[in-house]
């Protein structure tokens, strides 16, 4: 009981947009958590296993506690609550078919009627985007932005990943209107500096200054609320910024720093989705031959989230580039082309690529 009201007061926190407090509360009591987590498990009792980590798991979506996350995902029994506890932490971890299954069978027996169902949308617009499924995103992300049973918080985040799926769908401008009509949303409510990472993605391609000012606030934010998912999603879009600007020792040691914290908390979809930026800064260091094969590996995990719209053809320049700069034979500046590059898991990858990026920091 007295575990049961501590996770009560973290839940109020985060719906009362004082995502810090949440974080701080978690903080101070997680051995009683995973204990009170592990004592449910092991009684079999799904009901009070899938309450508690429904009212952690929007806090643990901000945090990235792997083990508190694993023993969250832990099933125990039937409970609707615990199924989108499980769904929504297997795209975090990017368990991407895990969470298409999930998200399938919710979607079959769960309707507007039921008290979760804002919660279900907004859960199936963040995983179904890592699947390149941007139709579903967009779809699910209106159905959760509009329904004014929802939490404010989760309603700008929905607005946010609305916007997300149009400009992943090369609809630019139908992402930016998205956040202009529903300012009344997003102004209602913190994201952990999410939505100010949004706007950054819209505006990217036409203003990257406007964008870097938008990342600034966004990291701004997401510190003041202690949400490292949102810092580590700023920090990735940044690091983009300064590979298309050709900023690569810039580039370089802030991968160096990036992709190691990815990693530690078992966010993967972005540790891919940054190595794959770093596939065009392989190139820009004279090393277009690891790119190839950081964009192969990307391709073959199932882990790695999916390129759609405007990615698309972007990394099909990339990879038609790599492959000229690559040249045939075995002596050119890329080390060579090989026939046969066979894709590697992520932290095998990384550490081939970090010590190229290693040295240039030091030369730089």
């Known amino acids: 009981d007295w575990v049961r009201s501590i996770i009560d007061a973290i839940d109020e926190h985060w719906l009362d947009d004082d995502r810090a407090g949440a974080q701080q509360l978690v903080v101070s009591h997680r051995a009683d ?18 309450r508690f980590a429904f009212l952690l798991a929007r806090a643990l979506v901000d945090r990235a506690d792997v083990e508190i996350i694993d023993l969250c995902r832990v099933e125990v029994g039937p409970s609707m609550e615990g199924e989108l506890v499980r769904c ?15 998200a399938a069978d919710i979607g079959s027996r769960i309707d507007a009627d039921h008290p979760l169902w804002s919660h279900f949308h907004w859960i199936r ?16 992300g209106s159905i959760a932005a509009t329904d004014e049973r929802g939490y404010p918080s989760m309603r700008a985040e929905s607005v946010a990943l609305w916007a997300l799926g149009l400009l992943y769908n090369g609809r630019r401008d139908q992402a930016a209107a998205v956040l202009s009509d529903h300012e009344h949303i997003l102004g209602r409510s913190g994201s952990g500096g999410f939505v100010a990472y949004t706007r950054a993605e819209v505006v990217a391609a036409d203003d990257p200054e406007l964008a870097m000012a938008y990342l600034e606030a966004s990291s701004a934010e997401a510190a003041a609320a202690i949400a490292t998912f949102s810092q580590r999603l700023t920090d990735v879009s940044r690091h983009r910024l300064l590979v298309s600007a050709e900023r690569s020792a810039e580039a370089a040691d802030a991968a160096l720093h990036l992709i190691p914290e990815l990693l530690q908390t078992g966010t993967a979809p972005q540790a891919w989705t940054a190595m794959r930026h770093i596939a065009a800064l392989l190139g820009q260091l004279g090393h277009p031959e690891l790119g ?7 391709t ?3 882990g790695a989230p ?18 000229m700069a690559s040249g045939p034979g075995d002596g050119g500046g890329g080390g060579g082309r090989s026939d046969s590059r066979t894709p590697m898991a992520l932290a095998p990858l990384w550490g081939q690529v970090a010590g190229i990026l290693e040295a240039v920091r030091l030369t730089a």
Do not use: C, K
């Open 292 to 298: 190839l094969l950081v964009l192969d590996s990307a």
């Open 125 to 140: 617009a963040a995983g179904s985007l890592y699947l390149g499924d941007v139709e579903a995103t967009v779809e699910a």
């Open 300 to 302: 073959a995990d199932p």
């Open 306 to 323: 999916a390129v759609t719209g405007d990615a698309v053809d972007a990394e099909a320049r990339l990879r038609s580039g790599l492959e």
């Open 33 to 50: 958590i995973r204990w009170s987590l592990n004592h449910f498990a092991e009684q079999g009792d799904a009901r009070s296993h899938g």
């Open 88 to 102: 929504m932490l297997a795209w975090h971890q990017g368990d991407l078919d895990a969470f298409a299954a999930m």
